[in-house]
Nanobody, 131 residues
Framework: EVQLVESGGGLVQPGGSLNLSCAASVLFFDHYAIGWFPQAPGKERKPVSC????????FYADSVKDRFTISSSLRGRMVELNMNNLKHEDTAVYFCAARMFSRGRTISDVCSGAGIEFEAWGRGTQVSVST
């Protein structure tokens, strides 16, 4: 069973930075993706970023492009989300999740929707952006 543990959340002022980490209990083979899903009260869960472990391709939601950077090391055992220029609307519990995907699918296609195809989830880390 895959276990994912997030860390790195906290309280920052607008314009500040945080670095989230997702530590996995296993190595991932090709055609696995890990994504970050913020969940705020009353809002739909949508991924902000995903990375393909085998190919290194990345997806970013428009809302975080040029502000967030996702990276992976140790075959997905550590995935980080570097968050810069944080905004009030980034406030949420951030979950990391992992899934396998079929050959030929793009990372944008894999990282879509509410994440129902993601098979393993962490417990989340709180990110709060406030003055």
């Amino acid at each position: 069973e895959v276990q994912l543990v997030e860390s790195g959340g906290g309280l920052v002022q607008p314009g500040g930075s945080l670095n989230l980490s997702c530590a996995a209990s296993v190595l991932f083979f090709d055609h696995y993706a890990i994504g970050w899903f913020p969940q705020a009260p009353g809002k739909e869960r949508k991924p902000v970023s995903c990375i393909s472990i085998g190919h290194g391709t990345r997806f970013y939601a428009d809302s975080v492009k040029d502000r967030f950077t996702i990276s992976s090391s140790l075959r997905g055992r550590m995935v980080e989300l570097n968050m810069n220029n944080l905004k009030h609307e980034d406030t949420a519990v951030y979950f990391c999740a992992a899934r396998m995907f079929s050959r030929g699918r793009t990372i944008s296609d894999v990282c879509s929707g509410a994440g129902i195809e993601f098979e393993a989830w962490g417990r989340g880390t709180q990110v709060s952006v406030s003055t």
